[in-house]
């Protein structure tokens, strides 16, 4: 019998969506996060004509991607890691920076790849309470130990969708000990940019890094292309565990085509936030809790982990699927992406059935 190492064993397979709709029906995925529509048609074709080189390995410093981020947020290429998804600088930020004398910090409620990502390298996951869904910077200094290496915040978060406001971050990163690394994930930042609380000035400090990502408001999720501003020493220990050559020649031209294309990008925020701001009240409508969301998805309070599950089973019957959250310590709560406008209509429909039936 041949075994993995014991910490890899102990570890469940990461949960990804489950989407198996009954036969017959056709499958509604709003579990996931994706875009609501395809990425730019800039994107589409340059990634399709970049597949003429695709005999050569990629480019390894992703030049023409960082020098395209570089212009367009107003910050050194020479900082910017590129990678295989931001979960790929997830895994080797815990990779580089935690090991088994010491421990990874996160809010309760937090995106669960932080978790995964503090298993693979046998570091302690500790998790601070949140309040209603909202980080608390207390709570997570409060949860400061003196071996905490790495703190994971996801702003906005991933599954709540609530927001950090950038006087709180501060006080976060001023309040934890010089050697925590603070990484800062900001893959549905975009959706969020129009608050106007950019935080890439405080990778200038030395101990904090924020993380982007093409999956979200890009609409890049299958090309697999993050990326992050990091300190140069954070960023020299990280590129020595990452794959050399991670982004696919395709992803890296569609990736930085649709960076060129932020009209088509804004455009997909304000589609997305229109339909979220205005499904969510159709919810509230119907008696459902739906706090607010800053991101392309919403949170749904069920009332009850049981009330979550009948009404999840409920709308897998007719093949739509939304993301329950037990994983994440809310059991009582569906997790719906913005996603096209028919499917959101469909999903709200039954949710709308469903929250009728419970009333009578
Ligand atoms: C908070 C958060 N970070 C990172 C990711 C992963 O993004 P990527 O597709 O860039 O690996 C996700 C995806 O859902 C997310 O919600």
Redesign the pocket.
């Known amino acids: 019998m041949i075994r993995s190492v014991g910490h890899i064993s102990a570890m469940s397979p990461y949960a990804l969506a489950q989407l198996n709709p009954p036969e017959g029906k056709r499958l509604i995925s709003l579990s996931?996060?994706e875009s609501l529509r395809p990425p730019s048609p800039l994107a589409i074709e340059a990634g399709a004509k970049a597949l003429k080189g695709g005999h050569l390995y990629p480019d390894p410093d992703w030049g023409e991607l960082r020098a395209a981020l570089s212009g367009i947020h107003g910050i050194p290429a020479e900082s910017i890691l590129c990678?295989n998804?931001?979960?790929?600088l997830?895994a080797c930020l815990a990779q580089a920076f935690a090991d088994e004398q010491n421990a990874v910090l996160a809010p309760a409620h937090a995106?669960p790849?932080f978790r995964s990502a503090a298993q693979m390298v046998r570091a302690r996951y500790d998790v601070a309470p949140e309040s209603d869904g909202r980080v608390s910077v207390d709570a997570l200094l409060a949860a400061v130990r003196p071996d905490t290496r790495i703190v994971f915040v996801?702003n906005p978060?991933?599954p709540t969708g609530t927001r950090i406001p950038r006087a709180e971050m501060l006080r976060l990163r001023d309040g934890l000990p010089g050697d925590s690394l603070l990484v800062i994930?900001e893959?549905?930042g975009e959706f969020a940019d129009h608050l106007n609380e950019p935080m890439f000035d405080l990778v200038g400090r030395g101990d904090t890094v924020v993380?982007r990502?093409?999956?979200?408001a890009y609409g890049l999720?299958g090309m697999?292309?993050?990326w992050g501003l990091f300190p140069p020493e954070i960023a020299r220990e990280v590129r020595k565990v990452m794959n050399p050559n991670n982004i696919t020649i395709a992803g890296q031209t569609a990736a930085k085509a649709a960076l060129m294309d932020q009209s088509y990008m804004r455009d997909t925020c304000r589609k997305t936030t229109r339909l979220r701001d205005r499904l969510r009240r159709r919810l509230q409508q119907a008696g459902l809790d739906v706090p607010e969301s800053f991101t392309n998805f919403i949170l749904i309070r069920m009332g009850s982990p049981d009330a979550a599950h009948h009404a999840n089973e409920a709308l897998r019957a007719e093949g739509v699927f939304l993301r329950p959250q037990g994983g994440v310590g809310l059991a009582d709560s569906l997790r719906m992406t913005i996603g096209p406008a028919d499917d959101i209509d469909i999903a709200a429909g039954l949710l709308e059935r469903w929250a009728e039936g419970k009333k009578t």
């Open positions: 996931q996060n990678g998804g931001s979960m790929e997830i995106y790849f996801a978060g991933n994930d893959a549905y993380l990502t093409f999956s979200k999720a697999r292309v993050g």
